[in-house]
Nanobody, 123 residues
Framework: QVQLVESGGGLVQAGTSLRLSCAAS????????MGWFRQAPGKEREFVAAINWSGGITGYADSVKGRFTISRDNAKNTLYLQMNSLKPEDTAVYYC????????????????WGQGTQVTVSS
């Protein structure tokens, strides 16, 4: 059974940092693109960041560019999202996802999804 499990969320103050992790099990995703998405209360889920299989290509939403960094460790089958200079508008449930043998910023391209981890940023 393929599973993506996010961790590292929590309640933090604006200006601080968090590091999210996404541990994959059930299959290796070393040949697949992966991404982070988020959904704030009352809003649709949106793209945050994506990374290709090797980590050589990354992409970010304009709202997080320069503050967030996506990375992966294929040996550990784990995806990361380093979030710095957090803002209240970053408050959301963060999801990791895997796009089989593809790199994409579009949700429709992702086949596997985690259950999400809550990030709350207080002002």
């Amino acid at each position: 059974q393929v599973q993506l499990v996010e961790s590292g969320g929590g309640l933090v103050q604006a200006g601080t940092s968090l590091r999210l992790s996404c541990a994959a099990s059930g299959r290796t995703f070393s040949a697949d693109g992966m991404g982070w998405f988020r959904q704030a209360p009352g809003k649709e889920r949106e793209f945050v960041a994506a990374i290709n299989w090797s980590g050589g290509i990354t992409g970010y939403a304009d709202s997080v560019k320069g503050r967030f960094t996506i990375s992966r460790d294929n040996a550990k089958n784990t995806l990361y999202l380093q979030m710095n200079s957090l803002k209240p508008e970053d408050t959301a449930v963060y999801y990791c996802a895997a796009a089989l043998r593809a790199y994409s910023i579009y949700q429709s391209r992702y086949e596997y999804w985690g259950q999400g981890t809550q990030v709350t940023v207080s002002s």
